[in-house]
């Protein structure tokens, strides 16, 4: 079974560092990209980047280019989201998910399957 | 603000078929892939590419796409589909979006 498990729920203050997880099983890990999606409270999901555990290959949104840092420890399956000074609006759910790219000739197509189940953290003085 | 953009809420009476839709101007290139999220729960997948199902998602859920518009039709809405769905794709620049998503109510 594919599977992806995130590392538990943090809280945290602004100003602090923080790095969470992703680890990946039943499946090649080097061979799939791995997508990070932010949730904050009560708003929908935006497509934070992607990166390609096989070599490092990392694509972020503009939104979020600066703001995070995606990395993979392609020994250990996991993949990591990290932020080196919190701030409160980060307060979100933080879900991982395995992101499948097919492309031909006629359109291109990309999803991601399975997700994590999600890490909720909380930036708060 | 995102470049797909889905209506915010559509209702359905139960058993009735109910189109959700995606417009964005690169569903011209590249296919829409949807997902559910019910309260306190992951996103699921349930449509990517022209019209592929995941292993376990039930046949009433199909995909259509036509120029800039992608579609989740569910038909036969039951009760257990009232959820969120959301949309995804590209945007104009090949960075990966999401629309800004869907509240089904099922009646």
């Known amino acids: 079974e594919v599977q992806l498990v995130q590392s538990g729920a943090e809280v945290k203050k602004p100003g602090e560092s923080l790095k969470i997880s992703c680890k990946g099983s039943?499946?090649?890990?080097?061979?799939?990209?791995i997508g990070w999606v932010r949730q904050m409270p009560g708003k929908g999901l935006e497509w934070m980047g992607i990166?390609?555990?096989?070599?490092?290959?990392?694509r972020y949104s503009p939104s979020f280019q600066g703001q995070v840092t995606i990395s993979a420890d392609k020994s250990i399956s996991t993949a990591y989201l990290q932020w080196s000074s919190l701030k409160a609006s980060d307060t979100a759910m933080y879900y991982c998910?395995?992101?499948?790219?097919?492309?031909?000739?006629?359109?291109?197509?990309?999803?991601?399957?399975?997700w994590g189940q999600g890490t909720l953290v909380t930036v708060s003085s | 603000s995102s470049e797909l953009t889905q209506d915010p809420a559509v209702s359905v009476a139960l058993g009735q078929t109910v189109r959700i839709t995606c417009q964005g101007d690169?569903?011209?290139?590249?296919?829409a892939s949807w997902y559910q999220q019910k309260p306190g729960q992951a996103p699921v997948l349930v449509i990517y590419?022209?019209?592929n199902r995941p292993s376990g998602i039930p046949d009433r859920f199909s995909g259509s796409s036509s120029g800039n518009t992608a579609s989740l039709t569910i038909t036969g809405a039951q009760a257990e589909d009232e959820a969120d769905y959301y949309c995804?794709?590209?945007?104009?620049?090949?960075?990966?979006?999401f629309g800004g998503g869907t509240k089904l109510t099922v009646l």
């Open positions: 990166i390609y555990p096989g070599d490092s290959d990392t």
């Open positions: 039943g499946y090649s890990f080097t061979s799939y990209w």
């Open positions: 590419g022209k019209n």
């Open positions: 998910a395995r992101h499948i790219v097919v492309v031909t000739a006629i359109r291109s197509n990309n999803w991601f399957d399975p």
């Open positions: 690169s569903l011209r290139s590249y296919y």
């Open positions: 995804n794709s590209r945007d104009s620049s090949g960075h990966g979006v």
